[in-house]
């Protein structure tokens, strides 16, 4: 195993963690920026490590067609090629089964996909899978699994969730390079308890270096997403790592780590800046509202990111979603924002101020008092007393 995973401060559920893996020694709970075909749109590398990110997310399915597994293992691996020096996760290709449903024929063998960039069919096994990332040569990587909706219900689910088991064992027979690339398990189940559980105690018991919670950020209501994360966290090892993947609401991430969740990963951060929003800590900033044109404050007072000591609203106004710059400048922001919250999120739970931190963030939020009920909820269940940021009988659902 070429990882090893150490708590180093808690609050209830939340913890702070070390998570030390062949390339880079990472802080959590962390988020992870999503660079599909190896680049983060716009951004550098040593812009990356500037802000303080500590793993990519590399997407298989997409590398595997273009440049090729092939050709990335022939150049030395994937951080040499992209020339990143810290950690890389790839993920197995198994969200494309949801993303381009369209395009795949599921079946007990594997995936066939109809490639998007020649029409060409394409069969991905579990055991394809394993080898193109053992190519890719990520410290993590992520096992195939049968991806459903979490909106979808009745016997699909279940077969799903079964299937996922049954490919991890084929995972694990493919898995060449143990001492070099950690692979995790991914949770399923739906919003089903009985199946999550069932899938939990089968992944545990294979004794992975790290597991996933999947499915989830599909349409799935607040509620029912918030107890699928309790449910799987509680009965996941505690001395492991628990990603909660396709999360990247600043929001979210704040109540999952609560939970007791360390990894999240999402494409939010980078796609909202190419629609001109900006990450906030009152939630976002819209740039191409007219507003802005006039608008010479930064985009946050308080951020301490290039953008903001150097940029005013008004210059990114006239960029946004016209030229490339405006997509840059907001991506290098909204990924510092979140490279701070994961900051944050760590040092409040070693300084023994979680709860306080989470008020403050609540408080930034949502100022009228009006915090919605699942978050409530949720935090309730944390054991973090957050009564103090909320206005009385608030009932948003939102």
């Known amino acids: 195993m070429a990882l090893r995973f150490e708590v180093l401060g ?12 062949p390339h880079f020694v990472c802080q959590t709970p962390l988020f992870m920026p ?16 500037e802000i303080g990110c500590q793993i990519i997310l590399g997407n298989t399915y997409h590398l595997a067609l273009r440049p090729s597994s092939e050709l990335i293992d022939e150049l030395g691996g994937l951080h040499k090629f992209m020339n990143w020096p810290r950690a890389l996760l790839t993920d197995s290709g198994g969200f494309q089964m949801v993303s381009l449903l369209h395009l ?14 020649d029409g ?3 069969l991905l096994t579990p055991e394809e899978s394993i080898q193109i990332q053992n190519r890719i040569g990520a410290d993590i990587i992520m096992a195939l699994d049968d991806v459903v909706r979490t909106t979808i219900t009745g016997p699909r689910v279940e077969e799903a969730m079964y299937r996922t088991l049954r490919w991890i064992d084929r995972c694990i027979a ?55 994360v309790a449910q799987c966290t509680a009965a996941l090892p505690d001395d492991k790592p628990r990603y909660v993947m396709g999360v990247g609401y600043p929001l979210d991430i704040v109540v999952c780590s609560a939970l007791g969740a360390d990894m999240y990963d999402c494409v939010y951060p980078t796609r909202t800046a190419r629609f001109g929003t ?6 976002v900033l819209k740039l191409k509202h007219k507003a802005m044109a006039d608008d010479t404050r930064p985009i946050d007072p308080a ?20 030229d490339a710059m405006g997509s840059q400048l907001l991506s290098y922001h909204n990924l510092y ?18 709860p306080e931190f989470v008020c403050e963030f609540l408080q930034k939020m949502f100022p009228k008092g009006d915090v919605p009920e699942w978050v409530c909820n949720a935090m309730e269940v944390a054991g973090i007393d957050i009564s103090c940021c909320c206005a009385p009988f608030s009932s948003s659902q939102d």
């Open 337 to 354: 924002y979140m490279m701070k919250l994961s900051r944050d999120l760590h040092s409040s739970i070693i300084q023994e101020r979680f």
């Open 303 to 322: 951020c301490m990111c290039m953008v903001c000591k150097n940029y005013t609203r008004a210059y990114i106004h006239c960029l946004v979603t016209k």
């Open 174 to 228: 493919a898995h060449k390079r143990p001492e070099e690339q950690n692979l995790f398990g991914i949770v399923q189940g739906g919003l089903d308890p009985v199946l999550r559980d069932i899938c939990v105690r089968g992944l545990v018991d294979r004794k992975l270096p790290g597991y996933a919670i999947g499915g989830l950020s599909g349409g799935e209501d607040k509620n029912s997403f918030w107890r699928v």
């Open 120 to 122: 060409k069919p394409m």
């Open 278 to 283: 900006a990450l906030v800590p009152e939630g």
């Open 10 to 21: 808690r609050f209830n559920r939340a913890r702070a963690a070390q998570l030390t893996l």
């Open 34 to 49: 999503v660079g599909t075909q190896g680049t983060i749109k716009g951004l550098t590398t040593n812009q990356l490590e």
């Open 104 to 117: 795949a024929d599921i079946t007990e063998k594997g995936v066939t996909f109809q490639s998007p960039v």
